[in-house]
Structure formats: C-alpha cells, structure tokens
C-alpha cells in the first residue's frame, strides 16, 4: 500500500441487504463496516484474528456512531476507507468512511472506539510497546488526510 492512501476495501450492496424503500438497510452498513472495513483495518494495523489467536487478546467495541449521508442501491459498488483518529494504552479511536465506488459521493461513516481486553480475564489490559508504535505510525500516515465532518459529532437536534 502506497503512503499516500487510506487502508481501503471494496464490496457490493447485496440483495439481502436492501429494506422495503430499495436501499440499503440501516442495519447492514454496520455490518458492511463491521465485517468488511473494521476486521480489515484490525489486520493492517496488527491486533486482528491472528493476534487474537496468537495472544488471546482482542479488541471489543465500547460504542459506535453511524451517519447514514446519502442512499446506496443494490449492486452498487463500494469503497470503504478506514483511519486511526487516536489511541492511548488500552483504547482505538477510528473511523470508516463509505463512498460510491463509481460515483464518488460518501454515503456513510462509522465511527467506533475499541478497547483491548485479555480474553482469559475478560478484562481490559495494555497494548505492548510494539503495537504503540504502530498505532502511532499509523496515526501519523493519516494525519495528512483531513477527519470527515462527522467525526466526533454527538447525536441530538440542535436547538
């Protein structure tokens, strides 16, 4: 992978994932997040299932925000862009971004925060000092691209 680009996955808008109004449902953009980008993105930066099964360590989701921005159809291909925003000893803050392979337009992001847990204690612990430096290896490759403008936004209505 070029330093010049963001960890990048593709898939289709399946049959299965549409809802009555034709689209995608909202439901299945976790899953395309989850199951495509985020295990993806866990393997790239070195804490995804081989390390699971390496170390009995791995990482839970603590929360998760989606932004659903503009409608996808089935059989419309998409590319789903993930970056590290933050870490600290125990914790990942990241975001997936969904555009329209063929068109361009973002469609959705996904933002979550991830805490590492040891699997035989089910307790959080800490990242070893190897996986620090690739977090900030990381976090310091992304930086040269801009945050979307749903990143850390809180759910509410303006008043």
């Not at 680009?5 to 898939?11: A, G, I, N, R, W």
């Not at 914790?91 to 996904?110: D, K, Q, S």
Request: include cysteine; charge should be negative; proline fraction near 2%.
């Amino acid at each position: 992978m070029l330093d010049t680009e963001l960890l990048t996955t593709y898939t289709d808008v399946k049959t299965e994932w549409l809802d009555y109004n034709g689209h995608m449902n909202m439901g299945y953009y976790l899953v395309a997040f989850d199951q495509i980008a985020t295990e993806k993105f866990y393997d790239f930066i070195n804490i995804g299932l081989a390390h699971k099964q390496a170390l009995s360590k791995t990482t839970f989701t603590l929360g998760a925000n989606i932004d659903y921005i503009r409608e996808v159809m089935k059989g419309d291909r998409l590319r789903i862009t993930s970056q590290l925003a933050d870490y600290d000893h125990k914790r990942v803050h990241y975001i997936h971004c969904m555009y329209h392979a063929e068109e361009g337009y973002l469609a959705a992001t996904n933002e979550c925060l991830g805490i590492y847990v040891d699997l035989k204690t089910r307790r959080s612990t800490s990242f070893s000092n190897e996986q620090m430096a690739r977090f900030q290896q990381e976090l310091d490759r992304g930086r040269q691209f801009p945050l979307p403008q749903e990143f850390g936004r809180k759910l509410g209505i303006p008043r």
